[in-house]
């Protein structure tokens, strides 16, 4: 049964930071399509940030490139995003997903993933 659960999110003020870890059992981490999406109220599903499931290369979204680091530790399964320079803007929930299957060209697609945690909150003020 695969499970991925998120935790660190919190209240922050902008500038700030915060670490966010998804710890997954069920799937190797390292042999997965591996990912953050967020969802501020209101909006849809947003990609954040990926691991495809072959080679080393990282994934962003433009707004927080620059400013936001994924990586993977496949000894603990762990899927971290570290968040720095934060802003109002980047509140929201954060979910962690993971697929087997998908296609590059579909990595920044939630509908491409079928795993998923139940997301950590994430608030940045002003």
């Known amino acids: 049964q695969v499970q991925l659960t998120e935790s660190g999110g919190a209240s922050v003020q902008a500038g700030g930071s915060l670490r966010l870890s998804c710890l997954a059992s069920g799937l190797a981490v390292a042999r997965y399509s591996v990912a953050w999406f967020r969802r501020a109220p209101g909006n849809e599903r947003e990609f954040v940030a990926a691991?495809?499931?072959?080679?080393?290369?990282?994934y962003y979204s433009d707004p927080v490139k620059g400013r936001f680091t994924i990586s993977r530790d496949g000894t603990k399964n762990t899927v971290t995003l570290e968040m720095n320079g934060l802003k109002p803007e980047d509140t929201a929930v954060y979910y962690c997903a993971a697929d087997n299957s998908l296609i590059l060209s579909t990595l920044r697609s939630p509908n491409a993933y079928d795993y998923w945690g139940q997301g950590t909150q994430v608030t940045v003020s002003s």
């Open positions: 691991y495809f499931r072959t080679g080393h290369n990282k």
